[in-house]
């Protein structure tokens, strides 16, 4: 047998299919994978229920025009980002972006800067697009932009970078002298950047979300990315957009007619209507899921673990160095999930190589009741 393609062959499965499987085997609540266990807003799910009675044919390949405009103006109401809604594209979540923005922009053995903890899909896919990955390593409990490591994994060949804030796994929201500080090394040396946004509503303690993008130079240089899983709890919906001007549109447009083509239309008008909500909405989530953060946090802290702040998205991670655990944090997720019965996703996964062994991620975007009982279960094992 000849040998299939030499970068998927030989991967694991996501450790967010891993670890669920291992929370549904166990009956362990879950605070794994980033999901709600609620249903998402009932007037945009309504929307989608009374669309799916007339659209169900294929939306046009860059997506609703309705659509499209709504991510242009939530985009400018709440960040401040200019693009034209000719200059947005809909994709099937954010996933989907990323693999059309790599595919799209990537010429075999171009450079890719990527900044670790990373989500998953980066690497493989910068790979099996043909580029190179050069990692910049963001450590615990500071997180800090490594400035040195970030102006030396620079060369002529780098072609792009993916800055992902708020940060997936490690809730930073990049500070605006770090975002002066990229979006200056990005011109001088003539890239491009992958904005992954995806979290960009949910952002904590009255800090403000800023999009690279918006910063002056940066226009033509930055496709950035969202996601409705996320501003709506939606995750299943894998409804995402692209947002960059035409010169960059246009390549990854190519790459998305061939990968999906199009997105559920009636799932394209729901969010839609989702991204025209008041204001309120937006705020009134942001701040429900701050509050539970809050509570998470403290729960957490109260068993034992130290809690790293969590300036955005909907994870919070956590040091168990004080538990006297004897092995690494995966063994403890496993560990944790078997005997606790609350799952959490090891950080380590989110580092090539070997990374930072004893932090652990905890998603806070459950019901108030389902971190009780998830606190509750670990206090009784912890606090044995
Ligand atoms: N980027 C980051 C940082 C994420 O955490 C996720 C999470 N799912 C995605 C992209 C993908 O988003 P989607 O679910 O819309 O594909
Ligand atoms: N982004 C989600 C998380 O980090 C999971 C995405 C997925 O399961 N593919 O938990």
């Not at 609703?64 to 109401?77: D, H, I, P, S, T």
């Not at 922009?105 to 450079?111: A, N, R």
């Amino acid at each position: 047998m000849k040998p299939t393609n030499s970068v998927l062959s030989g991967l694991p499965t996501t450790v967010f299919t891993v670890m669920s499987a291992l929370a549904a085997e166990h009956n362990a609540l879950n605070l794994g994978q980033g999901f709600s266990d609620d249903n998402g807003p009932d007037d945009v799910r309504a929307k989608a229920a009374e669309a799916m009675e007339k659209s169900n044919q294929y939306p046009p390949m860059m997506g609703l025009a309705e659509l499209r405009k709504a991510v242009a103006a939530n985009g400018k109401r709440f960040f401040n980002v200019d693009v034209d809604w000719t200059e947005v594209m809909v994709t099937s979540g954010g996933t989907e972006s990323l693999a059309a923005c790599l595919l799209g922009l990537i010429e075999p053995g171009d450079e890719v800067i990527v900044f670790e903890p990373f989500y998953d899909s980066y690497l493989p896919m910068i790979r099996r697009a043909g580029g190179i990955p050069k990692i910049v390593r963001l450590m615990p409990p500071l997180w800090e932009l490594p400035r040195e490591d970030l102006a030396a994994a620079f060369s002529p060949k780098t072609k792009l970078m993916i800055l992902n804030t708020p940060m997936n796994p490690c809730s930073k929201v990049f500070r605006r002298d770090e975002l002066d500080f990229i979006a200056d090394l990005a011109q001088k040396n003539d890239i491009y950047v992958i904005c992954d946004e995806v979290y960009d509503h949910l952002v904590y303690d009255g800090q403000r979300h800023v999009s690279l993008i918006t910063l002056p130079g940066m226009r033509e240089r930055c496709l950035r990315l969202g996601s409705a899983g996320k501003t709506f709890s939606l995750t299943g919906w894998k409804v995402g957009y692209v947002s960059a001007c035409p010169a960059l549109l246009g390549p990854v447009s190519k790459a998305h007619q061939f990968l999906t083509f199009t997105t559920p239309p009636n799932l394209q008008w729901a969010v839609a209507y989702g991204l025209e909500k008041d204001d309120a909405y937006f705020y009134g989530y942001r701040d429900s899921l701050q509050r539970r953060r809050d509570m998470l946090a403290r729960g957490l802290s109260d068993i034992g673990f130290k809690v790293l702040p969590s300036q955005g998205t909907i994870f919070v991670t956590a040091d168990f160095a004080d538990f006297g655990f004897k092995g690494d944090d995966v063994a403890f997720c496993h560990d944790m999930t078997v005997k606790a019965g609350v799952t959490a996703i090891p950080v380590s996964a989110f580092y090539e190589g070997k990374g930072p062994d004893h932090f652990v991620r905890f998603a806070f975007c459950k019901k108030e009741s389902y971190l009780e009982a998830a606190l509750e279960r670990l206090a009784k094992y912890y606090k044995r």
